[in-house]
T-cell receptor, first 113, second 110 residues
Framework: EPEVTQTPSHQVTQMGQEVILRCVPISNHLYFYWYRQILGQKVEFLVSFYNNEISEKSEIFDDQFSVERPDGSNFTLKIRSTKLEDSAMYFC???????????FGAGTRLSVL | GENVEQHPSTLSVQEGDSAVIKCTYSDSASNYFPWYKQELGKRPQLIIDIRSNVGEKKDQRIAVTLNKTAKHFSLHITETQPEDSAVYFCAASIRGKLIFGQGTELSVKP
């Protein structure tokens, strides 16, 4: 069964450093998402992406965050200058259409020290 | 604003009993409601979903009901088993983005 894959599984970084989280969505999917989950809390929407542009973003997704689909397979989330409060699990998801099942990757655990 | 409230936050049942988790959403534009199961340290996995043109959907031991008028939807698990123990999240979809509830930690005691 096709899966959303994310790398790395765990990223440790120093405060103020840039990080790039990578995702490979399911190949025939057209809609891509990033969510985050702070330990012990609910999953929170960050951004949705379709047709090479952001469809919607949450208040969390400020100008320190950006997304990109640099080629036909990868979908990346960049945090320019990480803060301690960015420490969380980041999930990528993809779906065929906007109102269809979203399949989640295994997540990248980001630890900002 | 866009919000999903989920109750209870924790639920403990005996094996074989039923479990019910309830959610309320705020945005009447929501028309797709998935339920995800998340085991410790793992990704959320879809277990069942329902669309706004349907009032109830069942898949073996799992069922979901939706009351659009009241903006309520519920997850029902019958004949619970220890492997059902996990955190369950409801969500409401608004223009594709999922707004999640706070989660229910279900513990099924053998």
């Amino acid at each position: 069964e096709p899966e959303v894959t994310q790398t790395p599984s765990h990223q440790v970084t120093q405060m103020g450093q840039e990080v790039i989280l990578r995702c490979v969505p399911i190949s025939n999917h057209l809609y891509f998402y990033w969510y985050r989950q702070i330990l012990g809390q609910k999953v929170e929407f960050l951004v949705s992406f379709y047709n090479n542009e952001i469809s919607e973003k949450s208040e969390i997704f400020d100008d320190q965050f950006s997304v990109e689909r640099p080629d036909g397979s990868n979908f990346t989330l960049k945090i320019r200058s990480t803060k301690l409060e960015d420490s969380a699990m980041y999930f990528c998801a993809s779906s065929v259409t906007e109102e269809n099942i979203q399949y989640f990757g295994a997540g990248t655990r980001l630890s900002v020290l | 604003g866009e919000n999903v409230e989920q109750h209870p936050s924790t639920l403990s049942v005996q094996e074989g009993d039923s479990a019910v988790i309830k959610c309320t959403y705020s945005d009447s534009a929501s028309n797709y409601f998935p339920w995800y199961k998340q085991e410790l340290g793992k990704r959320p996995q879809l277990i069942i979903d329902i669309r706004s043109n349907v009032g109830e959907k069942k898949d073996q031991r799992i069922a979901v009901t939706l009351n659009k008028t009241a903006k309520h939807f519920s997850l029902h698990i019958t004949e619970t088993q220890p492997e059902d123990s996990a955190v369950y999240f409801c969500a409401a979809s608004i223009r594709g983005k999922l707004i999640f509830g706070q989660g229910t930690e279900l513990s099924v005691k053998p």
